[in-house]
């Protein structure tokens, strides 16, 4: 895969892979809500700059996001990177918050915003999810 990097530093990396049409970020460590805000809108920019429609999230290795930043994604980032054109979405997350089913209600929004999320625990099961959808 070809990767042009976004954002790279000591808490994510984010990255545009040109061959594959997607956007991907990687959280090394956990993140504090503006240095996060920051690297998700820089993907934003990304996806409307190369005309991409597919995240891949590998959160991991990322803490508990915050009730604001929960209500920042909500009100805003999720608002206009889905106007900027982003269609499907595949987060990696730990084992213990797949079984945990916390992500029900924010899948259900999504889904009523268009957007069609998965959520899995095994990053290449989730890019190939990514490779089979058109866009």
Same mark, same amino acid.
């Given at each position: ?19 594959? @049409?997607?956007?991907?970020? =990687? *959280?090394?460590?956990?993140? %504090?809500?503006?240095?996060?805000? #920051? ?47 982003? @269609?499907?979405?595949?987060? =990696? *997350?730990?084992?213990?918050? %797949?079984?945990?089913?916390?992500? #029900? ?31």
């Amino acid at each position: 895969m070809s990767a042009i990097s976004i954002v790279d530093n000591e808490y994510i990396t984010v990255q545009y892979w040109s061959d594959k @049409k997607i956007i991907s970020h =990687v *959280v090394h460590q956990p993140i %504090a809500d503006e240095p996060l805000k #920051a690297a998700l809108n820089a993907g934003t920019e990304a996806l409307k700059k190369y005309g991409a429609h597919k995240w891949l999230s590998d959160d991991r290795k990322n803490g508990p996001l915050s009730p604001e930043m929960l209500e920042w994604g909500f009100t805003d980032w999720d608002v206009r990177t889905i106007k900027a054109g982003w @269609k499907y979405w595949a987060n =990696v *997350v730990p084992e213990d918050l %797949a079984a945990a089913g916390t992500l #029900a209600p924010v899948m259900d929004t999504l889904f009523e915003m268009g957007l069609r999320m998965m959520v899995f625990t095994d990053v290449e099961k989730a890019t190939q999810w990514l490779d089979s959808l058109e866009g």
